[in-house]
T-cell receptor, first 107, second 114 residues
Framework: KNEVEQSPQNLTAQEGEFITINCSYSVGISALHWLQQHPGGGIVSLFMLSSGKKKHGRLIATINIQEKHSSLHITASHPRDSAVYICAVLTGNQFYFGTGTSLTVIP | AAGVIQSPRHLIKEKRETATLKCYPIPRHDTVYWYQQGPGQDPQFLISFYEKMQSDKGSIPDRFSAQQFSDYHSELNMSSLELGDSALYFC?????????????FGSGTRLTVV
């Protein structure tokens, strides 16, 4: 069983749609990260969360510590949002990563 | 299933020493990415390799170098270590570099410079 589960694994959306990616984890964490990787590129850290909610532009991330669940929302999606989105949790000295959600936004 | 193996798991070095971190990708994966995460900081992309050639470069200091070998494992060499180099270094591997391919992360090497 993976310590971090993401869903969906693949997602195709029309431009302008509201997108939600979910992450559930089974370990105690000090922080949860949402990461983004574009084709051929390195990973960009979008959010680091330990509680509550954060917003940056069209991106919103929430975390519920009691339920061990986090969501990443993209409002008014755009083709440039096409990327792989990864949920990663840090516990002690160890990172646990989800396998990523591949998002394709169609014009 | 085999995962991405990083060694060592923990490393303590003194200032001005050198360190070598190793990353063994999942079998058949040809792409390796290196990241650095300082205490309380977001992960920072350092460098990536595809088919033994550097494919992308991020915020890697000039004191650091890396390479990917014929068996696709990668080594990150760090010289003249500074206290600020203390961080969690993790790598990821994938098959190819496009978003169509999933990728897997190692659990990291914790480097402490004293």
């Amino acid at each position: 069983k993976n310590e971090v589960e993401q869903s969906p694994q693949n997602l195709t959306a029309q431009e302008g749609e509201f997108i939600t990616i979910n992450c559930s984890y089974s370990v105690g964490i000090s922080a949860l990260h949402w990461l983004q990787q574009h084709p051929g590129g390195g990973i960009v850290s979008l959010f680091m969360l330990s509680s509550g909610k954060k917003k940056h532009g069209r991106l919103i991330a929430t975390i519920n510590i009691q339920e061990k669940h986090s969501s990443l929302h993209i409002t008014a999606s755009h083709p440039r949002d096409s990327a792989v989105y990864i949920c990663a949790v840090l516990t002690g000295n160890q990172f646990y990563f989800g396998t990523g959600t591949s998002l394709t936004v169609i014009p | 299933a085999a995962g991405v193996i990083q060694s060592p798991r923990h490393l303590i070095k003194e200032k001005r020493e050198t360190a070598t971190l190793k990353c063994y990708p999942i079998p058949r994966h040809d792409t390796v990415y290196w990241y650095q995460q300082g205490p309380g900081q977001d992960p920072q992309f350092l460098i990536s390799f595809y088919e033994k050639m550097q494919s992308d470069k991020g915020s890697i200091p000039d004191r650091f170098s890396a390479q990917q070998f014929s068996d696709y494992h990668s080594e990150l060499n760090m010289s003249s270590l500074e206290l600020g180099d203390s961080a969690l270094y993790f790598c990821a591997s994938s098959l190819g570099t496009g978003t169509a391919y999933g990728y897997t992360f190692g659990s990291g090497t914790r480097l402490t410079v004293v």
